[in-house]
């Protein structure tokens, strides 16, 4: 009997009816007595020396309880925001960038925090806060990741003169070598990676309070999970036991990665509230986020690939500015470097692999993860040399894919990245993808543009990722007095239906209705090891310590329903949720027995005295997401607006818990790689002013940017961990940004173009292209000047 709420069912998201009807309780909902609240003076300068702060206004304004600078925080010993590198991956250690949580000395982007003014209301401390004059004195920025590391340029560390934080180098150079000069055909690209930032829908807030009976913390703030916060904020920060710091976490209304860590304003109002006595609150605002939250991506990438005559890969070069802004956050560059450099050879079977990734400080807000994380990185340069091959040798995109895809019969296989990819039909996956987008349709769809004044181009990428980082977590599954079961996992929702797909995966395997199943993950005073929702890992991760979990806990119930039935264990089997005896109707079910042991009077010894259980999962490397993707694009040559018609993905995300969720997943992924390629960017001037710090001047993608999209999945379970889930969230944005862009160029190559673009697609980008396309023809069919001959 099929569990209607069980795995693999399309279970509508049950904290839905909470979100979507404003029940929500967010961060900023929450307030707690006698707080008082913060507000911060950010720089407007994007490098500079601070000469004073001039404070004494806006301390005897009404309502102030405190102006507090970097000084006060170095006087009161606190710590800086740390770089902590990865376990499971070794690279040096970055130039060391301490980021305090007010300006100390320096400020080295516009929007650092300087100044922290805490009054009894908000508009209390935003007076205040004007009445503070800051003297800064001027240094010049630089906010290009090329400028910033040619002669001469404004260095913003003294550890690094040439503002280079770090270089990591991967592969056999030599080799690589070896195999271009050997290569009959080279393809060479040069791509930038544009800088975006995450917008989640809810900007950050955080109340911080302090106990002094136990000296102990409390920290309210949105985030992807408590472990990590506390990892900063207990060993780095404030260096005291992890049971003196609370972080607790309710609804959190997106991520993507931005919320991953602590940040300056949540140590900032830790330390108020231990200075004042009293809870302090901070409400972010969306112009704060642009500000200072990190940013991502932001680099410039030089790639080539080399091809045998038949048209086989031979290798992989790339070389690579990665600009981190002022400075390292907690390990988004080592994430980005790993992300990048695992993900390089995609489903190709390319046997070297030379990767060079030099780490940029530059005059802007920190980089950070963010959807992707790196992986979009090594399939926007893979995938975009692979066009370009393509078109360069006169050979079908889709034939040449074909040539290199790693066959279904060499799997398990070792990429030149190291990996191991345990399971996976590229082949399969690559022929679906196309029959979904009626790939051999095309060239109809492509006269009707053109009979309308468009230009209409397709474009199609083929990825796998490297995701479930952090290769350890854990889940308790304990069982209610209330007759309900209540899974906690050291995961953080924050969008991604976890109420829903744990709870399915709870119900499938202990057959305990989903309605009694209760989902918690946000206080980290009542949470097992583990760490927080990133990379793609909560299932993966998670999903398998719950099913660990539930394992015990039938192993537990097998001997205490043998103890209740008074029969052997060797006669028990359990389904439905119930142990039965064989041959018999004979049965207890399995939350009855939990009600059951809870009355047992002198129990064996050797009897568990509860089914409560915890399960624990260590990964055995990282998981392989993988997917093909088709977009097509139409473009008005006299605009050069670029828009997506037609979009179509395939993936293979091993076990599907939950249908809804995971298309879901696509659609969230898919819309991000869109905006990427056509809308966004973050862009700084020459002297580090912020250019794009709003909505009005960022555009984020919207409905009408988007064609209905059509989503299918090609599932080949995972071997890596006991419920064959491999990753969903990243794959949408992996598989588009590629996809959108391959799209684009190929419209451009049939109007005539003869140069590929890179990202970020502008209208004015495209509409110079095809200007100077038009000026090449014209200039061909001119006829020749007549000849004259001079007596």
């Not at 894919?401 to 990996?419: D, E, F, H, V």
């Not at 196309?434 to 006269?447: E, I, P, Y």
Request: aromatic share 6%; hydrophobic share 40%; proline share 7%.
């Amino acid at each position: 009997m099929t569990n209607k709420f069980g795995i693999s069912q399309p279970v509508r998201r049950r904290e839905d009816g909470r979100l979507l009807t404003g029940k929500g309780s967010f961060a900023d909902d929450i307030n707690v007595p006698g707080q008082a609240r913060a507000v911060f003076l950010r720089s407007s300068h994007g490098h500079g020396l601070i000469r004073a702060i001039h404070a004494g206004e806006a301390r005897n304004a009404p309502g102030v309880l405190a102006v507090m600078t970097g000084e006060d925080l170095r006087a009161a010993s606190v710590g800086y925001i740390p770089y902590l590198p990865l376990g499971g991956f070794t690279m040096d250690a970055p130039v060391d960038t301490p980021r305090p949580a007010l300006a100390q000395g320096r400020v080295r982007h516009v929007g650092e925090p300087v100044v922290m003014v805490v009054a009894e209301t908000v508009t209390q401390a935003t007076d205040a806060c004007e009445k503070v004059r800051l003297e800064i004195d001027p240094l010049p920025a630089v906010t290009d990741v090329e400028r910033a590391v040619t002669q001469g340029a404004p260095a913003l560390w003294p550890d690094a003169p040439d503002n280079m934080a770090s270089i990591w180098r991967y592969g056999d150079r030599a080799a690589v070598e070896q195999a271009f000069a050997q290569a009959a055909h080279v393809t060479k690209v040069k791509l930038v990676n544009n800088r975006v930032i995450a917008n989640p829908i809810e900007p950050r807030s955080c109340i911080g309070s302090y106990d002094p009976g136990d000296a102990s913390f409390t920290l309210i703030a949105p985030s992807q999970g408590a472990h990590f916060f506390h990892r900063v904020l207990c060993e780095h920060v404030f260096r005291m036991p992890r049971d003196k710091m609370r972080i607790r976490t309710s609804d959190v209304g997106g991520a993507f990665g931005c919320k991953e860590q602590p940040y300056p304003e949540d140590i900032a109002v830790l330390h108020a509230a231990r200075a004042l006595g009293r809870p302090v609150k901070w409400s972010g605002t969306r112009a704060e986020h642009f500000l200072s939250d990190n940013h991502a991506r932001d680099a410039v990438i030089e790639a080539a690939l080399a091809l045998d005559a038949s048209g086989r890969f031979l290798a992989i070069q790339a070389t690579l500015l990665d600009g981190i802004g002022a400075y390292c956050s907690c390990h988004g560059a080592h994430i980005s470097i790993r992300n990048t450099t695992n993900g390089l050879p995609l489903m190709y079977d390319v046997p070297l692999l030379d990767v060079e990734i030099r780490l940029v400080l530059t005059n802007t807000a920190p980089i950070g993860p963010y959807r992707g994380a790196g992986r979009e990185q090594a399939s926007y340069i893979t995938e975009h040399l692979v066009d370009q091959a393509a078109r360069e040798l006169g050979i079908d995109p889709v034939d040449l894919r074909r040539r290199n895809l790693i066959p279904t019969k060499s799997i398990p296989y070792k990429s030149a990245s190291g990996q191991t990819y345990d399971s996976g039909d590229f082949e399969g996956l690559l022929d679906k993808t196309l029959a979904l987008a009626d790939w051999n349709g095309f060239d109809a769809r492509a006269r009707a543009s053109t009979e309308r004044g468009l230009i209409r181009g397709r474009g199609l990428s083929c990825f796998v990722e490297c995701v479930g980082a952090y290769p350890f977590e854990g889940a308790d599954i304990r069982f209610d007095p209330d007759g309900s079961v209540t899974v906690v996992t050291a995961t953080q929702s924050s969008g991604q239906g976890h109420e829903t797909s744990f709870a399915q995966l709870v119900s499938e395997r202990l057959g305990v209705p989903f309605d009694k199943v209760r989902i918690k993950e946000n206080d980290s005073s009542d949470l097992p090891k583990g760490l927080a929702s990133v990379g793609s890992r909560s299932m993966i991760m998670a999903g398998s310590a719950i099913a660990i979990a539930g394992d015990a806990v039938i192993e537990k119930g097998r001997s205490l329903a043998s103890h209740v039935l008074e029969v052997s264990k060797a006669d028990l089997e359990f389904r439905e949720g119930s142990f039965c005896v064989r041959g018999t109707d004979i049965a207890i079910g399995l939350l009855d027995l939990a009600m059951r042991v809870r009355s047992l009077r002198d129990p064996p010894p050797d009897l568990p005295v509860t089914l409560d259980s915890t399960g624990e999962y260590t990964a055995p490397g990282l998981h392989h997401p993988n997917g093909s993707h088709v977009c097509e694009v139409e473009i008005d040559p006299e605009t050069g607006k670029v828009d997506v018609v037609a979009y179509c993905a395939v993936d293979d995300v091993g076990t599907i818990i939950n249908p809804l969720i995971v298309h879901g997943q696509i659609h969230g992924g898919v819309a991000q790689g869109i905006g990427q390629v056509l809308l966004e960017r973050i862009a700084y001037d020459d002297d580090g002013q912020l250019i794009t710090g709003s909505l009005m001047d960022y555009g984020l993608p919207r409905a009408d940017n988007l064609p209905a999209l059509s989503v299918d999945f090609h599932p080949t379970p995972s071997t890596k961990n006991p419920i064959g889930v491999k990753g969903t969230g990243e794959c949408g944005v992996t598989g588009s940004i590629p996809a959108v862009l391959n799209a684009v160029n190929d419209a451009l190559a049939r109007a005539g173009a003869s140069t590929s673009m890179g990202l970020p697609v502008t209208p004015e980008k495209i509409w110079h292209c095809l200007r100077e396309v038009t000026a090449q023809k014209a200039k061909r069919r001119a006829p020749a000047p007549k000849r004259t001959d001079t007596p």
